[in-house]
């Protein structure tokens, strides 16, 4: 992801404007509800719109590239827009310069490419998202076998879920120096058949333990390989 304000953090939003009906348009947009968060989303296609009329209390059939009809709509009284059509990069882009247009402050673009994403980011989209790209290196590292899950939660910094390898069983994180050693951090351990807790230094894994470590790629990674022996 890159983010214009990314060091100032993302202000919460009560209320999100989405443009795009298509899986990651709608699947976000679901989300939201289950979260209570206001929602608002708009498209131009009526199978879309219909489709998800039951599932979302406000739907519009709508031309979001269009600053009147945004307008209308009341798009700067939300606190967040995600523009997330799916194909079209004209409309991404269109739709994101409108939403700046008349007022909204806190856009979020989907974008396809690197350069789609210079684009979105020059016009005026605050926060630029690659999920594709973002699922797949996801997906790449998982079907290793070598993670049990995998999450980048900034650049070059993740969060990653693997068995507690054998040459840590029985002795305590401190003993092993982890850290040191490998420049990560387990954060949290869940015992086998129970559920997580936090990792201090007096933690000792037993086999069959899952571990949830955090750091930078490399770093991970260089763990990773020390775990898979």
């Avoid at 009329?53 to 606190?79: I, M, P, Y």
């Avoid at 994101?96 to 690197?114: E, H, M, P, Y």
């Avoid at 850290?179 to 869940?190: A, M, N, Y």
Wanted: glycine share 8%; net charge negative; proline share 2%.
């Amino acid at each position: 992801m890159r983010s214009r304000e990314a060091a100032q953090g993302v202000a919460p939003a009560e209320s999100v404007f989405v443009v795009g009906l298509g899986r990651f348009g709608a699947s976000m947009a679901s989300t939201l509800v289950e979260l209570d968060i206001e929602v608002m989303a708009v498209d131009i296609d009526q199978k879309l719109v219909d489709h998800r009329a039951d599932e979302l209390t406000h739907v519009r059939l709508a031309d979001a590239t269009d600053s009147a009809t945004l307008k209308q709509l009341g798009a700067a009284g939300f606190d967040a827009a995600v523009v997330a059509i799916g194909t079209g990069m004209e409309a991404s882009i269109l739709s994101t310069a409108a939403l700046r247009d008349v007022g909204v402050d806190n856009i979020w673009a989907k974008a396809l490419s690197d350069e789609h994403g210079r684009i979105l980011e020059r016009i005026g989209a605050d926060h630029v998202v690659y999920p594709e790209r973002q699922m797949g290196e996801r997906v790449a590292r998982l079907v290793t076998g070598h993670f049990l899950d995998y999450f980048q939660i900034d650049e070059g910094f993740v969060l990653a879920e693997l068995e507690a390898p054998e040459e840590l069983l029985g002795a305590t994180l401190g003993d092993s120096d982890i850290r040191s050693r490998f420049g990560v951090t387990v954060v949290c351990v869940k015992p086998e058949l129970s559920v997580f807790t936090y990792a201090t230094v007096d933690t000792v894994p037993r086999k069959g333990d899952v571990l949830v470590v955090a750091g930078e790629v490399k770093a991970v990674e260089r763990f990773l390989d020390f775990a898979a022996g």
